[in-house]
């Protein structure tokens, strides 16, 4: 959700599935100014009789809210029932490989970076990364970055010889957002990228590459011991 719109309405479903009539207390979202909410119950429930409470939520900035809704069968808070409440935009979905994944010593690989926006009709702005490469790794000269897909005011310049890995920008709702750049590492071994992105929203998940440099390089599997 946007700022400043409103969700459509979450249905929660009330039944009195008891034998004597029920009365209803409380029920409004807190907090008020995210999230609202209209009813069909009234203050008595017979025996058998549903209701509806229709929640809608209306944030005033980015990020991810919670709220809550509490009903009780008595004034003081007696057999209370709470409808936990969340809403906001969804964090942009962060993917990371190496291509190719195996290079020998001084040879250049591709790190290609995927940056999804789950919201289809909702841009993500604000959106920033910033991780290390792993020390005997670094940008190719030239590096040859590229942005591409669905970016939008991308500031991407890794430097040749350095490690440092900074990409800030918006991403158009619903696409995905895909930067590369060349790394070379001169000494054979495992290099492992590791990075978060951040944004209004939240901060994404953590992804992971690895690279292997060097022919004897050999990809760690699990050992399974046969049965003689």
Do not use: I, W
Not at 17 to 29: C, K, T
Not at 36 to 47: D, E, H, L
Not at 70 to 75: E, I, R
Not at 178 to 199: F, H, K, W
Request: glycine share 12%; aromatic share 6%; with cysteine.
């Amino acid at each position: 959700m946007a700022p400043g719109t409103t969700s459509p309405a979450q249905v929660v479903t009330f039944r009195n599935s008891g034998l004597a009539p029920a009365q209803m207390f409380g029920g409004a979202p807190q907090p008020r100014d995210t999230f609202a909410a209209s009813t069909t119950c009234g203050a008595v429930m017979s025996p058998g009789d549903t209701c509806q409470v229709n929640y809608l939520f209306k944030p005033q900035a980015f990020g991810r809210f919670n709220g809550t809704s509490q009903f009780s069968l008595s004034a003081t808070g007696q057999a209370s029932n709470t409808v936990r409440l969340v809403g906001g935009a969804a964090p942009p979905a962060l993917a990371l490989r190496f291509d190719p994944a195996v290079v020998d010593p001084g040879q250049t690989a591709r790190l290609r970076l995927s940056l999804g926006n789950n919201n289809t009709s909702l841009a993500l702005t604000h959106v920033t990364l910033a991780a290390q490469l792993p020390a005997g790794l670094v940008f190719a000269d030239p590096p040859l970055p590229n942005v591409g897909g669905g970016c939008d005011g991308a500031s991407f310049m890794p430097v040749a010889g350095s490690r440092a890995l900074s990409f800030s920008g918006g991403m158009l709702g619903g696409q995905t957002c895909e930067l590369a750049v060349s790394v070379v590492a001169a000494a054979r071994g495992a290099y492992t990228v590791q990075a978060t992105a951040n944004s209004d929203s939240g901060p994404s998940n953590g992804a992971s590459a690895l690279l292997g440099v060097g022919v004897d390089f050999t990809a760690r599997l699990p050992f399974v011991k046969r049965s003689q």
